[in-house]
Each structure stands twice: as structure tokens, then as C-alpha cells.
């Protein structure tokens, strides 16, 4: 005998503390897969397939997804509007979504309506993937904390790539689990994408680490 998913009254109920996720992905586009910056850590590979996972289990739950797209001028080396590069990946682009966004800043909430949109449908929790750890990732976690949502930060469903400029360099790795810690320390719940999936049947509200608790190490 089959059984459905339970549907969004009963699932809501399980949480003691409610819990109204949207799962938001953010520029899953062929300038991270085949384009100018090839997402290198974690492997491009694993973080895709993570991100199909990601979207499975929103499926199964209910939960509303969020696509979002990095766009830029017809003259730009990277997301020119109407390029290869710019397109959706065929991972994300031929699955169900609530939403599309178009955005030109690095935070999903910058000149888009996503704000709206998620207080017009009670969303008090936001879980990220996609692309870049460092940049639109980052700065969508930073700003959805500052305007009161909890946030989730998928770390490998997310990733980057090495970078090098008059500040210095740094790998991949390196850059990838340096914003990770520093999320967890304040902004989000980082964790993998198996235990948010977790989360979801178990009906756990996830929650991050603080700055003192943070750095002890720096104390002992």
C-alpha cells in the first residue's frame, strides 16, 4: 500500500519549534560546470549531485523552492545575459520551482523580491545552495540573518574555486571551509546535505554555533 508524503499541516506539527523552510539555489548555471569559473572544491560532480538530492527531498516535503540567476550585460566574460555560461545547468533548469529570480548583486535579496515573497508565504527558514560559497552564498546568508530568517547553509551542495588577486591566495578548500566556520559561528546552520535531509523526517530545527562559543579555542 502506498503512503504519501505527509502533507504541510501534519509535518509543521511534528516541529516543536514550527519550522516553514523555502530551499533556495542560487545560480546553479553552466559558468560554474563548464564555463570561466569552474567550481573545483567540493567537486563540481558531488556538489550537483547534492543539489539534485537537496531538491528530491524539498519535493517529498513540500518545501518551496527558489531558483535564482546571476545575470550580467551582453559584454561581460562571465554571465552575459543570453550566453551558454548564463544559462540554467539541465540539472535545476527542468525542475519544479515556486519561484525565479533574476539577479545582478551578489545577494539573492538585493533588488529582487525574494523578501516578499517569502513574508507573503511565511517562510521563517531559508536553506542555501548553490554557487559561490564565498560570494552570492555568503552574502544571501549574511543578509536573510540580518532580516530575522533562520538560515541553512548545505556545505556540500554549495562550492567555489581558487582565487588570487592583489590581497593574496587562497585554495578552494581552504576558502570554502574558512566560510563555512565563519557561517556557523553566527549566521547559519552549516551542515550536509544527508543531515538536513535528516532534519526534515526527524523534524530537528537546526541551529548554529555563536562567536563566543566559537572562538574558545582562541581563549585556551
Given at each position: ?8 499541516a ?11 523552510r ?14 570561466a569559473?569552474?567550481i573545483?572544491y567540493?567537486?563540481?560532480?558531488h556538489?550537483?549531485?547534492r ?5 528530491d527531498?524539498a519535493d ?8 535564482v ?6 559584454s561581460?566574460p ?5 550566453s ?10 527542468a525542475?519544479?520551482?515556486?519561484l525565479?529570480?533574476s539577479?545582478?548583486l551578489?545577494?539573492c ?9 517569502l513574508?507573503?508565504n511565511?517562510?521563517d ?11 552570492c552564498?555568503?552574502s544571501?546568508?549574511?543578509d ?18 581558487a ?7 587562497i ?7 574558512a566560510?563555512a566556520?565563519?557561517?556557523?559561528s553566527r549566521?547559519?546552520?552549516?551542515v ?13 530545527s537546526?541551529t ?7 572562538t ?5
Open positions: 500500500m502506498a503512503v504519501d508524503a505527509p502533507g504541510p501534519r509535518r509543521r506539527a511534528q516541529y516543536a519549534v514550527p519550522v516553514r523555502a530551499l533556495l539555489v542560487i545560480d546553479v548555471q553552466n559558468e560554474y560546470v563548464s564555463g569559473l569552474p573545483s567540493p567537486p563540481v560532480a556538489s550537483l549531485e543539489i539534485g538530492r537537496a531538491l527531498a517529498s516535503w513540500g518545501i518551496p523552492v527558489i531558483l540567476q546571476q545575470t550580467a550585460p551582453e561581460s562571465i554571465f552575459a545575459e543570453g551558454a555560461g548564463a544559462a540554467l545547468h539541465p540539472l535545476v533548469a525542475r519544479r520551482r515556486d525565479l529570480l539577479k545582478t551578489p545577494s535579496f538585493a533588488d529582487t523580491d525574494l523578501d516578499r515573497w513574508r507573503e511565511g517562510i527558514t531559508v536553506t542555501i545552495a548553490g554557487y559561490m560559497t564565498q560570494n552564498d555568503e544571501t546568508a549574511r536573510a540573518a540580518h532580516r530575522g530568517y533562520r538560515v541553512e547553509f548545505l556545505s556540500d551542495a554549495t562550492g567555489t574555486l582565487m588570487s588577486n592583489e590581497a593574496g591566495t585554495g578552494a578548500r581552504e576558502l570554502h571551509e566560510v566556520i565563519v557561517l556557523q549566521f547559519a546552520a552549516v550536509t546535505t544527508e543531515q538536513w535531509c535528516e532534519a526534515l523526517a526527524s523534524g530537528v537546526l548554529g554555533s555563536n562567536v563566543f562559543a566559537s574558545a579555542v582562541a581563549r585556551g
